[in-house]
């Protein structure tokens, strides 16, 4: 089956760093993309990971273990509008063409 | 910059009535997708179109729901005989490419409330 797990909800403070995991079973695998939701809004694109390793993207950084099905957002330097729901994301190629399949989402409050 | 636009930003239904949502995605991108989110759900994949066809289609879209690509800037979907369970927030998206990194830019969404 098609599975993605992430945390509900995780509160950290302004300044600090945090990690939002996401661990994937999917019959195909074709990237993983992280994406921001503030409540309400659309989501907007954060990074994208096909290979192993890590993308840095200023403040913000992704992993991937295609091996573990595991992924990680990690935010640094936290400031008061990331509060958000952060979405990871799998591409499937399982049929030749591509379908998304979004996880839950984790809520991350950033407290002064 | 270049932003992926949908109308209405609301759209209240009666039960048993189609509904089409508008969405004018990035004038030079050629693959269009649509989500939906339920309230206090996940975003589901429901269907992506290239080339005047659909590429892939999740298991929610059945035969209630149609895309179509009328003029070269529009894209919409179609939901015939709406249903309360059809009550959620509609995104439309857009990419230049399919695959690799291939960014989606998400509209600001219909919401759709069926009564």
């Known amino acids: 089956g098609q599975n993605i797990d992430q945390p509900t909800e995780m509160t950290a403070t302004e300044g600090a760093i945090v990690q939002i995991n996401c661990t994937y079973q999917?019959?195909?695998?074709?990237?993983l993309f992280w994406y921001q939701q503030h409540a309400g809004e659309a989501p907007t694109f954060l990074s994208y990971?096909?290979?192993?390793g890590l993308e840095e993207k200023g403040r913000f950084s992704s992993f991937l273990s295609r091996s573990k099905g595991y992924s990680y957002l990690l935010l640094k330097e936290l400031q008061m509008k990331d509060s958000a729901s952060y979405l990871c994301?799998?591409?499937?190629?399982?049929?030749?063409?591509?379908?998304?399949?979004f996880g839950t989402g984790t809520r991350l409050k950033v407290l002064a | 910059e270049p932003e992926v636009t949908q109308t209405p930003s609301h759209q209240v239904t009666q039960m048993g009535q189609e509904v089409i949502l508008r969405c004018v995605p990035i004038?030079?991108?050629?693959?269009f997708y649509w989500y939906r989110q339920i309230l206090g759900q996940k975003v589901e994949f429901l269907v992506s179109?290239?080339?005047?066809?659909?590429?892939?289609k999740s298991e929610i879209f059945d035969d209630q729901f149609s895309v179509e690509r009328p003029d070269g800037s529009n894209f919409t979907l179609k939901i015939r005989s709406t249903k309360l369970e059809d009550s959620a927030m509609y995104f439309c998206?857009?990419?230049?490419?399919?695959?690799?990194?291939?960014?989606?830019?998400f509209g600001p969404g219909t919401r759709l409330t069926v009564l």
């Open positions: 998206a857009s990419s230049q490419l399919a695959g690799g990194e291939d960014t989606q830019y």
């Open positions: 999917t019959s195909g695998f074709n990237g």
């Open positions: 990971n096909v290979l192993d």
């Open positions: 994301a799998v591409r499937d190629d399982t049929s030749g063409t591509y379908k998304y399949i």
């Open positions: 004038s030079n991108h050629l693959y």
């Open positions: 179109f290239y080339n005047n066809e659909i590429s892939e």
